[in-house]
């Protein structure tokens, strides 16, 4: 975009800067506030004049056909600056050279000094250069091209090829190193390629590529860290089936890290991506690669002259206009997590560099990767704002995603416990290396009922610890506490199975008799889990049926009971239509005064309003129907923590975890509740609200699964009333 500038005084001698857009003048400045004037040479010829405006952060900037153009203007605005704040001194300001070398006005040149003037005017740095960092300065980092010894070669990077290979210390100690060599060595590519050296030299971070050494002599070598396990995206796609969510989270709360550290010292790196990520460990990631990066002054921006930039990570406002902030680092860290958590696909890999902008403007953004936590995502969505003040920073990001890295932890324990309870019974009570009794140690019928019964018992037991609820009576009773006497079949399955000759055909291996007993054990578990999965689906329709009713206080379903008999067939008996031979947590039980039950139906009540009004509302009332939802879940908290006292020991470890299952729906639902909001102008917005609407379903249902936990605990309790006759 080009301003045509012009200086112009008015009848009151008040001198100004002005611009004619669409045929109106715009002020810009006085002249007294003009602090600096700098002319800055573009690598297409044209030039760049950069005014330091007092009391603006950030600087004018005005495109200029040629150089000598530019410098006709700047001398033009230097003098009435002069002449305005009546002073000699000049605010043209030249980059390594003397700042006062022009304190008086230009004088008429001669045919001696026009090729001096040219040079001083063509040898303007590139826009927004380091100005104090020479390759003078890393002398110290000099090493000895003999202690180096190159490998193959890794790839190729924008100056030349990329060896791994080794340094050997004058202690004799080798240290992997990866080596950046510099084909051209002209000058001017030589001061870009010595950039990333002079950068690095200045890093010190756990969590960001150290500088080993450079070769100063031609061929200019620089030479880095490098680790056995190579570029991120590489380790990504070579090892997904084994990297778990807290893996990818910690792998990107380690660059968060890093970026704040390059934050802090004004630094924005411009190449946030997996590529240029090494693996030190399989729990340690280091940034690398600022053969893009430069250092900025006083939060304002860089303004970038190359043109092979990452299209595909960069944030609206860099690809628009090159303006490159750590907003914009914020941006393409969002995307490099993206990378992460997709396991090392491409972002956009589906676009063309061209098209990306568009999908952008457009409020298009990339997918929820699978399996990648929805908090998470909605953190990546944020750092998408198109407007960079909307962005976090990365101090902020740092605290959340370490949040994040925390309830994956504490998910991945919960999981680890419902394991363990799910196979307790075969790690406790079967082991294989230690065999059942000899058939010879006993008559051949009374070894297989023996056996049988032994058996028989620790299954009861195995079960009944793990959920009462999951011991079948088609088998066997089961005990409804410790203290009961076991009553046992006239007939087992078991029994009828193994035969006195089977049991002498295995009498020579013991551990195939075991592992046969094992394998009919695991299906019964089997059966176990189908039937478990029947009732869940009843529990659905259970809670398709209360929405309906709307009711808290109403009958329970009418749709007649079932016998004992037939409810003894059906394990856990949870539901409100059944009776069964105990009682259920949700059967005929005395609502009068059981709050938990009332909490529940009035949190069923606000997620069916929820899902009934979500179609008239807009997106910034979504937050007042969800606000009723936590308040409602709130309330239903407290009902359980005050009769939680009340109730045995072994049963606040369930509710206490069901309790926690339910902040995470809540906090799952607030989630999809911002992403919906965000997405409301998008081609994704009926995806969000469906995914909102899911997440408020979980938290009904659990409510409801919370409920029957609290009516087992008091049935088991003899705190549950009968309901009056």
Same mark, same amino acid.
């Given at each position: 975009m080009y301003l045509t500038q012009c200086c112009t005084c008015n009848q009151s001698i008040m001198i100004s800067v002005i611009a004619f857009l669409v045929f109106q003048p715009v002020f810009l400045a006085d002249f007294k506030q003009i602090k600096r004037i700098q002319c800055l040479s573009q690598s297409d010829g044209k030039a760049l004049i950069n005014l330091e405006i007092e009391g603006v952060r950030q600087r004018l900037s005005v495109n200029v056909a040629t150089v000598p153009m530019a410098e006709n203007m700047m001398d033009l605005i230097d003098g009435y600056c002069r002449l305005e704040n009546d002073t000699d001194d000049s605010v043209i300001y030249r980059a390594n050279k003397d700042a006062n070398?022009?304190?008086?006005?230009?004088?008429?040149?001669?045919?001696?000094?026009?090729?001096?003037?040219?040079?001083?005017?063509?040898?303007?740095?590139?826009?927004?250069?380091?100005?104090?960092?020479?390759?003078?300065?890393?002398?110290?980092?000099?090493?000895?091209?003999?202690?180096?010894?190159?490998?193959?070669?890794?790839?190729? &990077?924008?100056?030349?090829?990329?060896? !791994?290979?080794? +340094?050997? =210390? #004058?202690?004799?100690? *080798?240290?992997?190193?990866?080596?950046?060599?510099?084909?051209?060595?002209?000058?001017?590519?030589?001061?870009?390629?010595?950039?990333?050296?002079?950068?690095?030299?200045?890093?010190?971070?756990?969590?960001?590529?150290?500088?080993?050494?450079?070769?100063?002599?031609?061929?200019?070598?620089?030479?880095?860290?490098?680790?056995?396990?190579?570029?991120?995206?590489?380790?990504?796609?070579?090892?997904?089936?084994?990297?778990?969510?807290?893996?990818?989270?910690?792998?990107?709360?380690?660059?968060?890290?890093?970026?704040?550290?390059?934050?802090?010292?004004?630094?924005?790196?411009?190449?946030?991506?997996?590529?240029?990520?090494?693996?030190?460990?399989?729990?340690?990631?280091?940034?690398?690669?600022? &053969?893009?990066?430069?250092?900025?002054? !006083?939060?304002? +921006?860089? =303004? #970038?002259?190359?043109? *092979?930039?990452?299209?595909?990570?960069?944030?609206?406002?860099?690809?628009?206009?090159?303006?490159?902030?750590?907003?914009?680092?914020?941006w393409m860290f969002a995307v490099c997590v993206w990378e992460i958590m997709s396991r090392g696909q491409q972002p956009f890999f589906w676009l063309?560099?061209?098209?990306?902008?568009?999908?952008?403007?457009?409020?298009?953004?990339?997918?929820?990767?699978?399996?990648?936590?929805?908090?998470?995502?909605?953190?990546?969505?944020?750092?998408?704002?198109?407007?960079?003040?909307?962005?976090?920073?990365?101090?902020?990001?740092?605290?959340?995603i370490s949040d994040v890295h925390k309830m994956e932890k504490e998910q991945e324990i919960e999981r680890e416990r419902d394991r363990a309870r799910s196979t307790k019974f075969f790690d406790t009570k079967f082991h294989i290396s230690e065999p059942p009794p000899k058939p010879s140690r006993m008559k051949p019928g009374r070894f297989g009922n023996t056996l049988s019964i032994g058996l028989h018992i620790q299954l009861n037991e195995a079960l009944c610890a793990s959920s009462p609820d999951l011991a079948s009576p088609s088998e066997y009773q089961s005990p409804v506490d410790s203290m009961s006497t076991l009553a046992l079949p006239v007939k087992s399955p078991r029994r009828r199975s193994m035969g006195e000759g089977e049991f002498f055909r295995v009498e020579p291996n013991s551990k195939e008799d075991a592992q046969r007993l094992w394998q009919?054990?695991?299906?019964?578990?089997?059966?176990?889990?189908?039937?478990?999965?029947?009732?869940?689906?009843?529990?659905k329709k259970w809670l398709q049926n209360e929405e309906k009713l709307l009711d808290p206080m109403g009958p329970e379903d009418t749709g007649g009971p079932a016998s004992p008999e037939a409810g003894a067939e059906h394990a856990p008996p949870e539901k409100p239509p059944r009776l069964t031979a105990q009682p259920a947590p949700t059967a005929e039980l005395d609502r009068s005064d059981d709050k938990v039950y009332q909490f529940v139906m009035d949190l069923v009540k606000v997620v069916v309003q929820l899902k009934n009004d979500i179609s008239e509302l807009q997106p910034d009332q979504y937050i007042t129907i969800v606000k009723s939802v936590g308040m409602a879940l709130r309330d239903l908290i407290r009902s359980v923590d005050d009769i939680l006292p009340t109730l045995h020991e072994s049963v606040r470890t369930e509710i206490e975890g069901t309790q926690k299952l339910l902040n995470n729906d809540m906090a799952e639902l607030?989630?999809?509740?911002?992403?919906?909001?965000?997405?409301?102008?998008?081609?994704?917005?009926?995806?969000?609200?469906?995914?909102?609407?899911?997440?408020?379903?979980?938290?009904?249902?659990?409510?409801?699964?919370?409920?029957?936990?609290?009516?087992?605990?008091?049935?088991?309790?003899?705190?549950?009333k009968p309901v009056a006759p």
């Amino acid at each position: 975009m080009y301003l045509t500038q012009c200086c112009t005084c008015n009848q009151s001698i008040m001198i100004s800067v002005i611009a004619f857009l669409v045929f109106q003048p715009v002020f810009l400045a006085d002249f007294k506030q003009i602090k600096r004037i700098q002319c800055l040479s573009q690598s297409d010829g044209k030039a760049l004049i950069n005014l330091e405006i007092e009391g603006v952060r950030q600087r004018l900037s005005v495109n200029v056909a040629t150089v000598p153009m530019a410098e006709n203007m700047m001398d033009l605005i230097d003098g009435y600056c002069r002449l305005e704040n009546d002073t000699d001194d000049s605010v043209i300001y030249r980059a390594n050279k003397d700042a006062n070398a022009r304190s008086s006005l230009p004088e008429i040149p001669t045919g001696r000094d026009t090729s001096s003037s040219i040079r001083n005017s063509m040898g303007s740095d590139i826009y927004c250069e380091i100005l104090d960092e020479r390759p003078k300065s890393v002398v110290k980092y000099g090493i000895d091209r003999d202690d180096i010894v190159l490998g193959r070669i890794l790839g190729e &990077g924008f100056f030349g090829e990329v060896y !791994d290979g080794f +340094y050997k =210390k #004058a202690n004799g100690e *080798r240290t992997n190193v990866a080596v950046k060599t510099c084909k051209d060595c002209s000058p001017d590519v030589m001061e870009k390629f010595m950039s990333e050296a002079v950068i690095m030299k200045n890093l010190d971070h756990p969590n960001i590529v150290k500088l080993i050494g450079i070769i100063e002599e031609d061929p200019v070598w620089i030479v880095m860290e490098l680790y056995q396990y190579g570029e991120l995206g590489n380790y990504l796609t070579q090892n997904q089936s084994n990297l778990t969510n807290i893996t990818l989270v910690l792998f990107s709360l380690q660059i968060c890290k890093a970026l704040v550290y390059l934050e802090g010292v004004n630094m924005v790196h411009r190449d946030i991506a997996v590529r240029n990520v090494l693996v030190a460990s399989p729990e340690c990631v280091k940034l690398g690669d600022f &053969g893009l990066s430069r250092y900025i002054e !006083d939060e304002e +921006y860089y =303004k #970038a002259s190359v043109t *092979r930039l990452p299209i595909k990570w960069m944030a609206p406002e860099s690809i628009n206009f090159r303006r490159f902030t750590s907003a914009s680092d914020v941006w393409m860290f969002a995307v490099c997590v993206w990378e992460i958590m997709s396991r090392g696909q491409q972002p956009f890999f589906w676009l063309e560099n061209r098209d990306v902008i568009n999908q952008l403007e457009q409020g298009i953004r990339l997918p929820k990767p699978d399996n990648c936590p929805p908090a998470f995502y909605s953190l990546m969505t944020r750092c998408w704002s198109y407007d960079p003040r909307e962005r976090p920073n990365f101090t902020e990001l740092v605290v959340k995603i370490s949040d994040v890295h925390k309830m994956e932890k504490e998910q991945e324990i919960e999981r680890e416990r419902d394991r363990a309870r799910s196979t307790k019974f075969f790690d406790t009570k079967f082991h294989i290396s230690e065999p059942p009794p000899k058939p010879s140690r006993m008559k051949p019928g009374r070894f297989g009922n023996t056996l049988s019964i032994g058996l028989h018992i620790q299954l009861n037991e195995a079960l009944c610890a793990s959920s009462p609820d999951l011991a079948s009576p088609s088998e066997y009773q089961s005990p409804v506490d410790s203290m009961s006497t076991l009553a046992l079949p006239v007939k087992s399955p078991r029994r009828r199975s193994m035969g006195e000759g089977e049991f002498f055909r295995v009498e020579p291996n013991s551990k195939e008799d075991a592992q046969r007993l094992w394998q009919r054990e695991r299906h019964n578990m089997q059966d176990t889990l189908r039937r478990q999965k029947e009732q869940m689906m009843e529990d659905k329709k259970w809670l398709q049926n209360e929405e309906k009713l709307l009711d808290p206080m109403g009958p329970e379903d009418t749709g007649g009971p079932a016998s004992p008999e037939a409810g003894a067939e059906h394990a856990p008996p949870e539901k409100p239509p059944r009776l069964t031979a105990q009682p259920a947590p949700t059967a005929e039980l005395d609502r009068s005064d059981d709050k938990v039950y009332q909490f529940v139906m009035d949190l069923v009540k606000v997620v069916v309003q929820l899902k009934n009004d979500i179609s008239e509302l807009q997106p910034d009332q979504y937050i007042t129907i969800v606000k009723s939802v936590g308040m409602a879940l709130r309330d239903l908290i407290r009902s359980v923590d005050d009769i939680l006292p009340t109730l045995h020991e072994s049963v606040r470890t369930e509710i206490e975890g069901t309790q926690k299952l339910l902040n995470n729906d809540m906090a799952e639902l607030i989630s999809k509740m911002r992403l919906a909001q965000q997405n409301a102008i998008t081609s994704l917005k009926e995806e969000c609200k469906k995914q909102m609407l899911a997440a408020a379903h979980n938290l009904a249902m659990d409510s409801k699964n919370m409920l029957d936990a609290v009516d087992q605990a008091r049935v088991r309790a003899n705190l549950a009333k009968p309901v009056a006759p």
